[in-house]
């Protein structure tokens, strides 16, 4: 079975820094893209970033330029560098994989959870000001 398994979540005072994890088991290989989605409470999920197999790279408006998102796949595993963190950053953060290595490339517009075919427990982030 495909896991995927976010950590790094945690408390950081606002222009602070965080990396998440995203362990991916269970693909036979590494045909896969993976996406970040956040939800803040009371709000609707939110796409933040994505990388295709190849490692093409998608940002929101909301994060571009403060958040950079690459692999390990010799660890199988997926980063989310947060930086210059903002208490509207605040929220649990999910990574979801879909089983298709063209998922993220040349994305435009709006990421939404369209062809996302698994997802992970979220880690908490929380930014205080």
């Known amino acids: 079975d495909v896991q995927l398994q976010a950590s790094g979540g945690g408390l950081v005072q606002a222009g602070g820094s965080l990396r998440l994890s995203c362990k991916v088991s269970?693909?036979?290989?590494?045909?896969?893209?993976i996406g970040w989605f956040r939800q803040a409470p009371g709000s609707e999920r939110e796409g933040v970033s994505c990388i295709s197999a190849a490692g093409s790279t998608y940002y929101s408006d909301s994060v571009k330029g403060r958040f950079t998102t690459f692999s390990d796949n010799a660890k199988n595993t997926v980063y989310l560098q947060m930086n210059r963190l903002k208490t509207e950053d605040t929220a649990v953060y999910y990574c979801?994989?879909?089983?298709?290595?063209?998922?993220?490339?040349?994305?435009?517009?709006?990421?939404?959870?369209?062809?996302?075919?698994?997802w992970g427990k979220g880690t908490l982030v929380t930014v205080s000001s």
């Open positions: 269970g693909f036979t290989d590494a045909n896969y893209g």
């Open positions: 979801a994989a879909a089983a298709r290595p063209t998922y993220c490339a040349g994305y435009v517009g709006t990421l939404t959870d369209r062809g996302i075919d698994y």
